[in-house]
């Protein structure tokens, strides 16, 4: 690596944060157990007017090697204005009294701190369609299947012992068994009796049947080939076994079945937003500050978004680049409203529509479509 560096002409090299010069007659010895940070010194330049074509040079080509990052090391004054900095300061190996700001920076959609990059985004990140944009917990959906402990009694009024833990009297007659061993155990762990309601059972019970007893270990005896064995071990709790069971098993049969005891949630990561949070992060902004990402903005009422359109914040460049696509948005967006559907959000899903506005949707696409020659007759 320090050989290649030579070779491509650099003179000093930063290991480990000690500045190195190449040149000189002793070879470079680094500890080949450990790990090492190896930079090229690109360039030293004292900040003076007529540096600008040096510098642009030197940082170019430091973005060439770094791959669209770059370090910057600013020699801090000495009065100890720069003192109260947050930013990490480093010894220069030559002259230890002197104080170095260390400054990253980088070309691409990446934290130059932590090293996280977003890479190039495209339409398709904003997609919960595409797995570029769709959140991986719920797969884009913005609802998960839960296990609802509620829908694994079905009749609160059965006792235990008359099975009221409606998954434990499923499966093959093995899982049966097991689970009756799993359910003595619970009932002389917790003292509890096997022949009231359901109901009527203590909290703490439900608690630790539902969620399980952590780190406390629940005594259990089983019976094979007329031998019993003892063993300890704390009990996960029915809806952690339940959606493990539901997220583990290969057969569709027994995944259909823990589906009765499931539940749609919000999704949990992202909150029913569907998109990963790098997406979003991804804002824009109006004239009065207001600032949304994608699903902020999707919840919007077509009302609200063409005022919002109407007041993006654009500099002479930006408004160049998107003003075919804003003239686009804002003609679709004005036919809908037009037609009286301004109160509707823009992520209103088209199964919950009525007749009469579905109709209109259909009616603003094809007058936005320019179509010529077509009679509507409205009553
Ligand atoms: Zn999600």
Redesign the pocket.
């Given at each position: 690596m320090i050989e290649k560096t030579k070779r491509e002409g650099f003179v000093r090299v930063r290991i480990d944060g000690q500045i190195a010069e190449l040149d000189r007659a002793e070879p470079i010895r680094l500890k080949k157990t450990e790990r090492h940070t190896i930079e090229a010194v690109v360039d030293r330049l004292v900040v003076c007017d007529g540096i600008r074509v040096r510098l642009t040079d030197s940082i170019e080509t430091a973005l060439k090697w770094g791959g669209k990052r770059v370090v910057v090391l600013r020699q801090s004054r000495s009065d100890g204005v720069n003192e109260k900095t947050t930013t990490p300061t480093v010894q220069h190996s030559n002259t230890p009294t002197e104080r170095w700001e260390e400054l990253r920076y980088s070309t691409d959609y990446g934290n130059a701190e932590t090293g996280f990059s977003l890479g190039e985004l495209t339409p398709k990140h904003f997609s919960f369609n595409s797995h570029l944009g769709?959140?991986?917990?719920?797969?884009?959906?913005?609802?998960?299947l839960i296990c609802d402990p509620d829908l694994m009694i079905s009749d609160p009024s059965k006792t235990l012992a008359e099975g009221a833990i409606t998954p434990w009297r499923r499966g093959t007659k093995r899982m049966q068994a097991y689970y009756r061993h799993l359910q003595g155990a619970l009932v002389k762990h917790f003292h509890v009796d096997e022949n009231v309601p359901f109901a009527e059972l203590p909290e703490r019970f439900k608690e630790a049947l539902y969620f399980g007893t952590g780190h406390q270990p629940i005594e259990m005896s089983f019976r094979s080939d007329g031998r019993s064995s003892k063993t300890a071990r704390p009990f996960e709790g029915l809806v952690p076994q339940m959606q493990r069971l539901y997220e583990e098993t290969q057969s569709e049969f027994t995944r259909n079945r823990i589906r009765a005891f499931m539940t749609r949630e919000?999704?949990?990561?992202?909150?029913?937003?569907?998109?990963k949070p790098e997406i979003l992060a991804v804002t824009i902004k109006d004239r009065h500050g207001c600032e949304s990402n994608i699903h902020q903005f999707s919840e919007q009422t077509i009302q609200a978004t063409a005022r919002f359109i109407e007041d993006l914040e654009l500099n002479p460049q930006q408004r160049m680049i998107v003003s075919e696509v804003v003239r686009e948005i804002q003609s679709r967006l004005r036919f809908l409203v037009e037609v009286g559907l301004g109160y509707l959000t823009l992520n209103r899903e088209s199964g919950t529509l009525s007749g009469g506005e579905a109709q209109r949707i259909r009616l603003a696409t094809q007058i936005g479509s320019g179509l010529a020659g077509v009679l509507y007759v409205l009553d």
């Open positions: 769709a959140c991986p917990a719920c797969h884009g959906l913005g609802t998960q919000p999704c949990k990561v992202c909150g029913g937003a569907r998109l």
